[in-house]
């Protein structure tokens, strides 16, 4: 039976410079696809060759501030020999697009559109790439680095509207090792300057 | 307690305020507290289950706790039958107009508890999708507090609102005519929601 790292370099045999050296965390094995443009070709034969039937994960890490700005992950799991291997690729803001891997496994149909919705990153050649979680019209990526944690007003009339949350300091005030919870957890915390 | 000489004959009975022989088939009241009195012991509920305070809220429902014993188990799943819309859970900005449009579809007279943090305050949500309280968009009577409350939270909030059913003007409120659409029970002026406008679109 194959493990990760044997597969993580069956992958690697077939598309050379395409991937990174498989890095090892704590056990897993993470490859990164160097031409985002390439990951549905890359999962097609992971998928095919290496046995990874099944996608546990698709999710979407903004690097604000830095370029390229997002980074796509995938969580691959081989269900014969009990296999994970984690794909990571990067793409640029000014894209903000890559292919769609939907058409390998139909589970990424939904966790693409979740990361569409939540980051703005497009995914090319997915069959109904809408929101599914926020509404149509909604205007912002709320999990984007720069979108506040309390939200923007919006206004869809008959749909939704959104208002700021008031966060009073945070989403959670509280500071530790005080003598009450009156002083514990104070209902909103007071400038550090 | 006063007992009657028993008469030879019949049997001995005990009077404890009221003689019907004297008074016959009739109980003297007002209006208002009779009428009163059959809307706070029918509450039908609108149970507007959204998120695990509606698990309590089937507690609540269920043998143990037996909400049936305060006349509110006819749990109807048609605002149009309702009468007290419980908003058990988180009530998102997706589903703040359907929870508007639904408690509009209820026919008066009609009452709202905001059951758990949650529904109260938005509770831990403070966040860019969760509603900061179901007050922003209806009259809430009560409120329960509790993440979740726990059953008996719940019929101590139904007790409260059936306590304040039975303080209602209600004689008073029927011969008045009804206001403008916006305006509801008792003439309170129902929150708003943000007026029209297009949202700026974020290419």
């Known amino acids: 039976m194959a493990s990760s790292s044997e597969l993580a370099r069956r992958l690697q045999d ?26 549905a070709e890359v999962c097609a034969f992971a998928k095919k060759e290496c046995g990874f039937d099944l996608l546990l994960d698709l999710s979407t890490v903004d690097n604000y501030g830095s370029d390229p700005r997002w980074m796509v992950v995938y969580e691959l799991y081989s269900i014969s020999s009990g296999c994970h291997l984690r794909l990571k690729t990067q793409v640029g803001e000014e894209q903000s697009e890559l292919p769609s891997v939907s058409s390998v496994w139909r589970a990424a149909n939904w966790h693409e559109r979740e990361a569409y919705d939540m980051m703005g990153v497009r995914f090319r050649g997915h069959a109904d790439l809408r929101r599914i979680l926020m509404w149509e019209g909604y205007p912002y990526f709320p999990l984007r680095k720069d979108f506040p944690l309390a939200g923007k ?6 749909v939704a509207f959104t208002r700021p949350a008031p966060l009073e300091g945070g989403p959670f005030v509280t500071s530790a090792g005080g003598k009450d919870s009156g002083v514990r957890e104070p209902r909103a915390r007071t400038s550090e300057t | 307690m006063a007992s009657t000489t028993p008469l030879s004959g019949t049997a001995v009975s005990t009077e404890i305020g009221y003689n019907s022989k004297i008074e016959g088939e009739v109980v003297h009241t007002q209006l208002d507290s009779a009428i009163n009195w059959f809307r706070k012991n029918s509450l039908w509920p609108m149970p507007m289950g959204l998120a695990c305070c509606a698990i309590e809220l089937m507690a609540a429902g269920a043998s143990r706790f037996d909400i049936s014993r305060f006349g509110a188990e006819v749990m109807r799943f048609s605002p149009r039958q309702s009468d007290v819309m419980i908003v058990a859970g988180t009530v998102t900005y997706k589903m703040a107009l359907a929870v508007r449009r639904i408690y509009e579809q ?4 009609k009452w709202v508890i ?3 943090a949650c529904a109260s305050t938005g509770g831990m949500y403070r966040s860019y999708a969760v ?9 809430v009577d009560i409120y329960v507090a509790g993440c979740p409350p726990r059953p008996e939270a719940l019929l101590d ?4 609102l059936q306590g304040k059913v ?3 003007p209600i ?3 029927l011969k008045r005519d009804s206001g403008p659409a916006e305006y509801g029970r008792m003439g309170m002026r129902l929150p708003g929601v943000p007026d029209s406008g297009k949202p700026t679109v974020h290419v």
């Not at chain 1, 410079?17 to 094995?29: H, Q």
């Not at chain 1, 007003?153 to 008959?158: I, Q, R, S």
């Not at chain 2, 209820?106 to 007279?109: I, L």
């Open chain 1, 153 to 158: 007003p919006t206004d869809l009339p008959n």
């Open chain 2, 114 to 116: 905001a059951m758990g």
């Open chain 2, 131 to 139: 509603l900061q309280g179901v007050d922003n968009i209806l009259p």
């Open chain 2, 106 to 109: 209820m026919a008066e007279p």
């Open chain 2, 171 to 173: 004689t008073r409120i």
């Open chain 2, 166 to 168: 039975s303080r209602e």
């Open chain 1, 14 to 39: 077939a598309f050379g410079d395409l991937l990174s050296a498989p890095s090892e965390f704590r056990g897993e094995i993470a490859l990164t696809v160097l031409d985002a443009e390439r990951i």
């Open chain 2, 157 to 160: 909030a139904l007790m409260k």
